[in-house]
């Protein structure tokens, strides 16, 4: 085999291998709780949903909140909006019509950063990120309300690719940004942060005995971003770049406020899981919600790379 086929070969194996489709019900079901609990930071609907609550001051008169305002609609379309919003969200979660709510899903996000961004963060930007890679797979076959017993075997990985890409590109981008930064030179980032009462989760000062670990998890997590699509390549490695994001997201959670961030990320770590394990640990939960006998995989699925081996 020369050389040209074996990168063709290698090319094909990454991109176009099928894989059990489980693993993209475990991110439609995910990533559709979380959905509900992004729209939940922007409650009650009366605030940011309706034009006469917090919106941005009017700018050129374009937009989609703008023209329903300068119809007169803005509050009834505001509030039409949120409940569309949840429905999808809903409808994703449980996989009522699963490929069409997880595109309604994510045309419903996406149309939110027109409609009021003020109460939007970081994680809505993961979140539409995710819903754009997530709705190209077949996600209802398992996990999933009155669905067609078509017990579709396979599907293809690319989908899971896009994401693998998207997640390593996300923490990439965000340490070459804070290399730039000097505070994040001299490793005084994360003690900064928490003593920002804005951020910070428990009111107080931060104590001064504890700069050094400050100054560790400063330059820990800087190393880590830069090098995390590196890390996920390799198997050993690619435990060692999810386990320290376990750890760095977990601990951003319980000492700041960063709404859903951290759930986001995490959530999106299930890409980077063996497809063939997530689907037989699936089957078995899908089994006793179904009240089938429990199915094995196919012995000949193996997946190789990032998407797990």
Request: proline letters at 7%.
């Amino acid at each position: 085999m020369t050389s040209r086929q074996t990168l063709q070969r290698a090319w094909n194996r990454f991109w176009f291998r099928d894989i059990p489709p489980h693993i993209y019900a475990v991110l439609r079901v995910a990533f559709g709780v979380l959905g509900l609990l992004n729209l939940l930071g922007t409650t009650p609907p009366g605030m940011f949903w309706d034009a006469s609550g917090l919106v941005p001051l009017p700018g050129g008169g374009a937009g989609l909140r703008a023209w329903a305002v300068d119809g007169g609609l803005g509050t009834p379309i505001g509030w039409a909006f949120f409940f569309t919003c949840v429905a999808a969200f809903t409808a994703m979660t449980l996989g009522v019509r699963a490929r069409l709510s997880v595109v309604a899903a994510f045309l419903a996000s996406l149309l939110q950063t027109r409609w009021n961004p003020l109460p939007l963060s970081l994680a809505h930007q993961v979140l539409v990120a995710t819903l754009f890679t997530v709705m190209w797979a077949e996600t209802g076959e398992v996990l999933a309300v009155g669905r067609r017993p078509r017990q579709l075997e396979s599907c293809p990985v690319w989908p899971l690719r896009l994401l693998q890409i998207q997640v390593s590109l996300i923490y990439l981008n965000s340490g070459l940004w804070k290399l730039l930064g000097s505070a994040w030179r001299d490793g005084t980032a994360v003690y900064y942060a928490l003593a920002n009462d804005v951020f910070q989760r428990f009111p107080g000062g931060v104590p001064p005995g504890i700069f050094w670990m400050s100054a560790a998890a400063t330059y820990l997590t800087l190393a880590w971003e830069i090098a995390f699509p590196v890390l996920v390549i390799w198997r050993p490695t690619r435990r060692l770049a999810l386990g320290l994001g376990v750890l760095l997201h977990l601990g951003t959670w319980v000492t700041m406020e960063i709404g859903a961030f951290s759930w986001m990320m995490l959530a999106t770590y299930v890409a980077f899981l063996d497809p063939v394990r997530v689907a037989a640990f699936v089957t078995r939960i899908d089994s006793r919600l179904q009240g089938r006998a429990s199915l094995e995989a196919p012995p000949d699925w193996h997946v190789a790379g990032p998407a797990g081996r």
